[in-house]
């Protein structure tokens, strides 16, 4: 059974970098043909995809997001990671990592991690 | 990219049947069948309940389905049972190879 899990800083200073790691277990990250994804939720919102990384390496990213994303992986420690430049209140989310599979349906999340931005 | 459009609520008896509709363009849900919907109850990670517009992943009972027509996809929900109560997110692979999210339905069984 595939688990993902989040974990990184729960607040963040405005104009800095948000960092989130998921670790995999269950399963290894370049054994198969799978997107590795993000996913946040603002309180009381919807869902916005944010990116993906495939298990080569490519990526992938909300074209709204894509100037202050950055999202790799590190296949020796099964781990794929965030990062979010220049952050303000609105980045302020619950946020997924997740593992999609061919047409890119999400089939297995992570718990969640709020991160709250704020001085 | 825009969001997929979504009813924000919908509401029906136990027992009943329920359809909640997701709307996009030719470059996502028009263009491929690679739909997705998901569950989430408050608090918890969303679960995937159909993907390929109409595939149940193992798990997930026969009373939720998943269909297409052009630009609009559907999850119908049968048989409605209080613990169906929830929202609901489409979600589609667009022609840039991106996925967009739907505004998400709240599901209310009365």
């Known amino acids: 059974q595939v688990q993902l899990q989040e974990s990184g800083p729960g607040l963040v200073k405005p104009s800095q970098t948000l960092s989130l790691t998921c670790t995999v277990s269950?399963?290894?990250?370049?054994?198969?043909?799978?997107?590795w994804s993000w996913i946040r939720q603002h309180p009381e919102r919807g869902l916005e995809w944010i990116g993906y990384?495939?298990?080569?390496?490519?990526?992938y990213y909300n074209p709204s997001l894509k100037s202050r994303v950055t999202i790799s992986v590190d296949t020796s420690k099964n781990q794929f990671s965030l990062k979010l430049n220049s952050v303000t209140a609105a980045d302020t989310a619950v946020y997924y990592c997740?593992?999609?599979?061919?047409?890119?349906?999400?089939?297995?999340w992570g718990q969640g991690t709020l991160v709250t931005v704020s001085s | 990219q825009s969001a997929l459009a979504q009813p924000a609520s919908v509401s029906e008896s136990p027992g009943q049947s329920i359809t909640i509709s997701c709307t996009g363009s030719s470059s996502d849900v028009g263009g491929y069948d690679y739909v997705s919907w998901y569950q989430q109850h408050p608090g918890k990670a969303p679960k995937l309940m159909i993907y390929?517009?109409?595939n149940r992943p193992s798990g997930v009972g026969n009373r939720f389905s998943g269909s297409k027509s052009g630009n609009t996809a559907s999850l119908t929900i049968s048989g409605l049972q209080p613990e169906d109560e929830a929202a609901y997110y489409c979600s589609s692979h667009t022609t840039s190879s991106t996925v967009v999210f739907g505004g998400g339905t709240k599901l209310t069984v009365l």
């Open positions: 997740a593992r999609a599979s061919r047409g890119l349906a999400f089939d297995y």
């Open positions: 269950g399963g290894f990250i370049s054994s198969g043909t799978y997107y």
């Open positions: 990384i495939y298990y080569s390496g490519s990526t």
């Open positions: 390929d517009v109409s």
